[in-house]
């Protein structure tokens, strides 16, 4: 792997990171079996795991930390495409041995990552045919997945994909409030221009959505971290069509 920062170490196979979100898909075994043949290693908060142009001959097994992957557009600015936690398999699968990444991806905090490379891979999908069956499940997930986030933000204005962003994290980072059936916090703090970047818009309009969701209720803030206090009405804003919560996340 290309390392672009002094930081990245590596680590020994240990445990498995949790199953789930896109990863919710594979067995325990074939989870393990992944693990078996990565490549573990750790790395500081800001690092890249790769940058735009580095060959897309790997993917990525999320054990601790999480990671955003985004495009640095022509004019400075930066689109949020995903972001992933661990239990999370990501990367770029594509056909040509010779693609390259058209995104970066960087850690948001001090992470563990299991790197599984291109030919180890495809000796599993060769040697496997239910591992085989389970990774193309992967894969349609991850499809289904950009199709959602491509209808949210593109049917019902910054409003329905702010609504739609704001569910997507709560069922990535969503806590249990406590003084409310429906109320959950977003645990993570996102800052406004964080969720401005993930729906391709602006801090202002970003701040001027929120203030009317709290000015009606819908939301309220704690400690820097948001408490959806009523996730129906943003449900109702965007349209919501009820996807699995392994589709509903950024």
């Known amino acids: 792997m290309k390392k672009h920062a002094q930081t990245q170490t590596r680590l020994r196979r240990e445990t498995l990171p949790p199953a789930g979100g896109s990863t919710a898909v594979f067995s325990p075994a074939h989870l393990q079996t992944l693990q078996d043949i990565a490549e ?14 580095d060959p897309a001959n790997r993917l990525y097994l999320v054990k601790k930390g999480s990671f ?20 999370d398999l990501f990367g ?19 992470a563990e990552v299991l790197i599984v490379q291109r030919e180890d891979l495809d000796k599993l999908i060769v040697t496997s045919g239910s591992f085989a069956l389970e990774f ?24 329905g994909a702010l609504c739609s ?9 969503g806590t249990s409030k406590g003084d ?9 703090r996102i ?25 009606l209720g819908v939301i309220t803030t704690e400690k820097g971290r948001i408490i959806l206090k009523n ?14 919560k392994e589709v509903c996340r950024m």
């Not at 962003?165 to 980072?173: A, D, S, V």
């Not at 409310?180 to 993570?188: E, G, Q, T, W």
């Open 40 to 53: 573990p290693v750790r790395l500081l908060a800001g690092d890249y795991l790769y940058r735009e142009n």
């Open 191 to 215: 800052t406004n221009a964080e969720m401005a970047e993930m729906i391709g818009s602006t801090r202002e309009s970003v701040n001027r959505i929120l203030n009317d969701l709290r000015g």
């Open 92 to 110: 770029e699968p594509d056909p040509e041995q010779t693609a390259v990444h058209r995104f970066e991806a960087r850690a948001l905090e001090d």
């Open 68 to 87: 955003k992957v985004s495009k640095l557009l022509a004019d400075g600015a930066a689109v949020t495409l995903s972001l992933h936690i661990p239990g």
């Open 231 to 244: 996730p129906e009405y943003l449900r109702n804003i965007c349209h919501c069509e009820d996807c699995p």
């Open 165 to 173: 962003l704001l569910l997507r994290l709560c069922n990535m980072y």
């Open 180 to 188: 409310s059936d429906s109320a959950m916090m977003i645990s993570k």
């Open 136 to 159: 193309t499940n992967w894969m349609a997930l991850l499809h289904r997945t950009t199709q959602a986030k491509f209808r949210d933000l593109l049917l019902f204005g910054k409003s």
